[in-house]
């Protein structure tokens, strides 16, 4: 498969995973979404769509986003992700999406010692979690996926109450 095709698959599922869970997967009346992995907004922009009259707080190392798909300044957090969604943890967020995944397993393995940590303890109980790594850890519980989602692309959880 060309990089092409496989980054046209892996947007394919991030949009067809979100709009599952807001069509599908109850999400809690409160809290905030968490967007960890800004880029360039695009998936800032679709969350923003699907999910009106949500606060969505963006995480990135650095501002690479269109200013179209930019969050205001209050719910936007520079720096290393490891570090500062730690602040987050206890936040009862309703919804998290991840996709820091590099395609190198190596660096990937790393973020995966923090990462599922970091969104469970910034989820709310029964909060929501969408990755594209999966995320082992005790307190989150796989949910299906809809079917146009290779199970391997992207995971899907919700924090044990």
Not at 50 to 67: E, K
Not at 95 to 107: N, Q, S
């Amino acid at each position: 498969m060309s990089r092409l095709d496989s980054f046209i698959r892996r947007m394919s599922a991030q949009r067809d995973i979100i709009d599952h869970v807001r069509d599908n997967v109850p999400l809690l009346p409160t809290g905030a979404i968490l967007e960890i992995g800004l880029g360039n907004g695009r998936t800032f922009d679709h969350l923003r769509d699907r999910f009106p009259g949500r606060r969505i707080v963006a995480f990135d190392r650095a501002l690479g986003a269109h200013a179209s798909s930019t969050p205001e300044p209050e719910n936007l957090v520079i720096g290393e992700i490891g570090e500062t969604a730690r602040a987050f943890a206890g936040q009862g967020a309703a919804l998290v999406h991840a996709d820091i995944g590099t395609g190198y397993p190596d660096k990937d393995a790393i973020t995966l010692t923090w990462l599922p940590d970091i969104v469970s303890a910034a989820l709310a109980p029964d909060g929501v979690a969408i990755s594209g790594l999966p995320l082992e850890h005790p307190s989150l519980a796989p949910l299906p996926i809809p079917s146009t989602v290779d199970p391997d692309r992207y995971f899907l959880y919700r924090r044990k109450a």
